[in-house]
């Protein structure tokens, strides 16, 4: 047990470090690093990493070029204009991740951006992932970037559809397009794909013009290729 004179030394010490903190000397563990990272992504440079650590010692770099400042100046036009604040590293870290990599493990923080307009949804199920929003890429002045990014490939369209289909069995024009509402296709778009999916087992049930008709998996899905 601890003597009465090591309590009262501990409880000087804590006394001293709390006014010290009340003075703004001293911060609490952990404080620091979170200041790190929202400043270095905050002034355009970039996250900070961790490549090197070890299990002797632990390695920060900072990353002390500019990289983009758009995105710092993008950030504080939003957080004026829809009176929100960045108060967390956790944010700027979020959306230096959803801006490089397309994606974020923390939903909360998505549904966050998504509700303040701050990013866009792309793609659904597995394939999902997340971009800044349209007014980042024309503050920018990047709108093919955001047409790049926003649009599914072929090869992701006719995925879509093979999976709306595996999922529910058979599929008419109408869902086809309430599937591509986000990124509309005309009719004629969506019918070309679905041929293209035909010789590789997908199926056109009933006459083709004809309002019965619908689209549908030949034998078992899981027979066709993923």
Do not use: C
């Not at 030394?9 to 990272?37: C, H, K, P």
């Not at 400043?39 to 390695?59: H, L, M, Q, R």
């Not at 990599?101 to 999902?128: H, M, P, Q, V, W």
């Not at 199926?203 to 899905?221: A, L, M, V």
């Amino acid at each position: 047990m601890r003597s009465g004179e090591d309590l009262v030394e501990m409880d000087n010490n804590t006394l001293r470090m709390e006014t010290l903190q009340i003075i703004g000397l001293v911060e609490r563990s952990g404080v620091g690093l979170d200041r790190i990272f929202m400043t270095s992504i905050s002034e355009g440079k970039g996250a900070p990493d961790f490549f090197g650590t070890n299990d002797e010692y632990v390695v920060l770099n900072i990353p002390a070029k500019i990289k983009d400042l758009n995105f710092v100046y993008y950030l504080k036009k939003v957080a004026a204009e829809k009176q929100i604040t960045f108060g967390q590293a956790k944010d700027f870290v979020e959306l230096e991740n959803i801006r490089k990599f397309g994606k974020s493990n923390d939903k909360a923080r998505l549904r966050y951006f998504l509700e303040n307009g701050l990013i866009e949804k792309i793609g659904i199920g597995k394939g999902t992932k997340y971009i800044l929003s349209k007014q980042f890429y024309e503050f920018i002045d990047k709108r093919s970037e955001y047409t790049r990014l926003k649009w599914l490939n072929k090869d992701e369209q006719k995925m879509l559809l093979l999976n709306y289909l595996k999922q529910h069995e058979k599929g008419r024009m109408r869902d086809f397009r309430e599937l591509f509402k986000e990124r509309p296709l005309k009719n004629q778009q969506i019918n070309r794909l679905l041929n293209e999916l035909a010789g590789g087992g997908v199926d056109f049930e009933g006459k083709r013009r004809s309002k019965s008709g619908y689209w549908k998996i030949k034998g078992n899905s899981n027979d066709i290729e993923k």
